[in-house]
C-alpha cells in the first residue's frame, strides 16, 4: 500500500483517539495558511509591543509560514493538555500579600519536555499506521504562531485576553504541534464566544490589555517577571502585588473558566510547596536551593537573581512590618545591582514606619 491508498480520514480520527490516550484532552488539524494573522503579528511587532522579546521577530516569515520553517509540513496537528492543578485557592493567595503567587502553569514539571515527548509518541503511533513521514513536535520550542494554528484546528478561540479559550474547558491548558508532511483532513474553526464580555480587560492589573485582542506585554506581569531580565518599571512595581512568577488574573474572571476541570496529569501538580509559598522564606534562598527547588520547573529558566528581584517588589507591597523589614535588609549588600535596586526600592515603600 502508498500513501496513497490510505485512508486519511481514518487516520485522522485515529490520531484524535490516540491523543487522548497520551493525555491531551484535544486534538485537532488544520493547514498551514496563516494569511489572516501576517498583518496582526506585524503590527503588533511595529508597536513594540513585545518589548525585550527579540526572539519574536528574530525568524523572518518562519513564524507564520510553517512550511519555510520545516520544509514539506502541509498540516499542523494542534494539541491541548489541561494543566489547571486541583485545590490551590488561587484567589486566596493572591488576598493574602505575605504569601507569593506563583502562575499555576508553572506549579508543576516544565511543560515542554513532557508535552514534546507526548507529540512525539503520537507520531510514532502515526508512523506503524501509515510508514515513515516527515513531523517535528513542538511545545512552546520555536518559532510558531500556537494559538493561531490551534483556532485553525477547531480547540478554541483566541479571546479578548489573547488567551486560547474552549467551551468545555476554559483556558488552563498548554498546547503543543506536529508539523507533517502528510495529506490529512482538517477541522473546522469554531465560532468566537467572547461576545459583549470584557471581564479580563477591567481586571488586569497593570492595564495590559489595551483594547480587545490587543496585548502589550511590556505591561503584562508574565512578561515583567518572566521574560524580562532587566529593571521592572517603577510604576509598575506597586501593580505587581505578590505576583512574583506570571499572573493569571485575566484567567481568573473568565466566564469560560467556569468550565475547567482540574488536571489528572500529576505531573502538573504542585511541588516543593509553591502554591502558598511565604515571601519572606523565599527570599532566603540561596542560588543553590533556588535551582534545587526549582530542578525540572520552568520557574528555574528566569534564574534566582530575576528571582529575588521579583520577591523584593513583593515584599515591597506587603504590609510593613519588621520581619519584612528585616528580610530585605539582608540582601541590601546583594553582588546584583539589579537585586539592590529593587531591594532599596521595597524598603522605601515601608520607610514611613519605625521599628
Avoid at 498583518?39 to 511595529?46: N, P, Q
Avoid at 484546528?153 to 485576553?161: D, F, N, P, R, V
Avoid at 498548554?174 to 473546522?188: C, H, K, R, W
Wanted: charged share 25%; aromatic share 10%; hydrophobic share 40%.
Amino acid at each position: 500500500m502508498t500513501k496513497h491508498d490510505l485512508n486519511y480520514q481514518e487516520i485522522a480520527s485515529n490520531i484524535k483517539e490516540w491523543g487522548q490516550t497520551l493525555g491531551f484532552q484535544q486534538v485537532g488539524i488544520t493547514d498551514i495558511d496563516l494569511s489572516q494573522y501576517e498583518e496582526r503579528f506585524h503590527v503588533w511587532l511595529k508597536q513594540h509591543f513585545h518589548g525585550d522579546m527579540k526572539y519574536m521577530e528574530a525568524h523572518g516569515t518562519k513564524r507564520y509560514r510553517p512550511a519555510e520553517l520545516i520544509p514539506g509540513t502541509i498540516r499542523v496537528i494542534s494539541a491541548r493538555m489541561d494543566y489547571l492543578p486541583p485545590n490551590t485557592d488561587m484567589a486566596k493567595v493572591l488576598r493574602e500579600p505575605e504569601k507569593g503567587y506563583v502562575s499555576r502553569y508553572a506549579l508543576g514539571r516544565d511543560y515542554h519536555t513532557l508535552i514534546r515527548k507526548r507529540l512525539t509518541k503520537l507520531a510514532e503511533k502515526i508512523s506503524l499506521l501509515v510508514g515513515e513521514f516527515g513531523y517535528r513536535a513542538f511545545a512552546d520550542s520555536a518559532p510558531v504562531l500556537e494559538k493561531p494554528l490551534a483556532e485553525k484546528a477547531g480547540l478554541g478561540w483566541i479571546g479578548k485576553h489573547t488567551n486560547l479559550l474552549n467551551r468545555q474547558a476554559g483556558s488552563w491548558f498548554f498546547l503543543g504541534e506536529i508539523y507533517t508532511n502528510l495529506p490529512l483532513p482538517i477541522d473546522a474553526p469554531v465560532k468566537n464566544h467572547c461576545g459583549t464580555c470584557s471581564a479580563c480587560i477591567d481586571v488586569c492589573p497593570t492595564q495590559a490589555i489595551i483594547g480587545p485582542y490587543q496585548l502589550d506585554a511590556r505591561r503584562c506581569i508574565s512578561y515583567l517577571t518572566i521574560e524580562l531580565r532587566d529593571t521592572i518599571p517603577v510604576e509598575l512595581r506597586p501593580l505587581l502585588g505578590n505576583r512574583i512568577y506570571g499572573c493569571d488574573d485575566c484567567q481568573l474572571v473568565c466566564p469560560w473558566n467556569r468550565f475547567a476541570k482540574p488536571t489528572a496529569e500529576k505531573e502538573f501538580h504542585p511541588r516543593n510547596r509553591l502554591a502558598a509559598p511565604e515571601l519572606i522564606e523565599l527570599f532566603a534562598w540561596t542560588e543553590e536551593e533556588f535551582l534545587r527547588y526549582t530542578e525540572g520547573s520552568a520557574i528555574r529558566r528566569i534564574g534566582h537573581e530575576a528571582w529575588l528581584r521579583n520577591i523584593a517588589v513583593a515584599l515591597g507591597n506587603a504590609p510593613t512590618q519588621q520581619s519584612v523589614v528585616v528580610a530585605l535588609k539582608t540582601k541590601l549588600q546583594h553582588s546584583s545591582a539589579l537585586v539592590r535596586e529593587h531591594v532599596e526600592w521595597a524598603l522605601e515603600q515601608h520607610l514611613a514606619h519605625r521599628f
